[in-house]
């Protein structure tokens, strides 16, 4: 771990500030297995479904990777098509009871994104989640108006978080060595590295702490990021 004088000065260059949402500013994960379960069981109303349904654990596992492959490790033995629909309509009922006030709404949030954009930080969302789900979920935290883009996973254009990061850095004509990704997981690791950007790990969200080794700096609340920026 570097010495706290080492952060703030490397820190001191940045400018833009991408932010994982799920894990980082928000979990749902109490609802998770419920919303997974009846998803599945609603598609398979009418249908001969025998497998063992997912346990939260290994629903855990996957969450912080994009949808697709979420729903590909936890339901192998179906199709495309209806992993797809599966999966809209885990998206629909998870949006609904976020806008419905559910979900572990971590502590400072709203005051520290506030924070940040006025001192004239360009914030960024950084998801694998889909558009929907990222964009309720700052609403409801009412820290929408915050983010100067919402770029998501789209399959067509954007396929993963490295290539989310990658191209919001291109659109915006953004430099990496005034970029940081904020985040819990491998991925927002594996996007920071790839794109040549700093990461700072969120170790209050979900996942192992091997997943975060590299990270310039490691908080334990999103509110730790005051004494930095």
């Known amino acids: ?18 932010f994982d949402v799920d894990g980082t500013l928000f979990s749902s994960e109490h609802m998770l297995e419920e919303v997974y ?9 009418n249908k001969n479904y025998k497998k063992k349904l997912p346990t939260l654990e290994e629903i855990l596992q996957y969450v912080g990777l994009p949808v697709k492959e ?12 209806e992993r797809q629909e599966i999966s809209n309509n885990v998206l629909k009922i998870l949006v609904q009871r976020i806008e419905n006030g559910e979900g572990l709404h971590y502590d ?3 005051e520290v994104i506030k924070y940040l954009y006025n001192k004239n930080y360009k914030i960024f969302a950084a998801s694998n989640g889909r558009k929907p789900y990222v964009e309720a979920i700052l609403k409801v935290n009412q820290i929408y108006d915050y983010f100067y883009d919402i770029p998501c996973i789209d399959n067509q254009t954007i396929f993963n978080k490295i290539e989310l990061v990658q191209k919001t850095i291109e659109k915006h004509h953004l430099k990496p060595e ?11 690791r594996i996007a920071a590295e790839k794109n040549h950007i700093l990461f700072i790990a969120a170790d209050y ?5 091997s997943e975060r080794n590299g990270a310039i700096l490691h908080i334990s609340s999103i509110k730790d990021l005051l004494k930095y920026f």
């Open 1 to 18: 771990m570097k010495n706290q004088e080492e952060i703030r000065n490397k820190l001191s260059k940045i400018k833009n500030i991408f």
């Open 37 to 45: 379960h009846q998803s599945i069981l609603e598609f398979f109303k």
């Open 70 to 81: 979420i729903f590909e490790n936890l339901l192998p033995d179906l199709d495309e098509s």
């Open 108 to 110: 400072g949030v709203e």
């Open 178 to 188: 005034e970029c940081v990704i904020i985040g819990d997981r491998a991925s927002d």
């Open 205 to 209: 969200g979900h996942g192992e702490q």
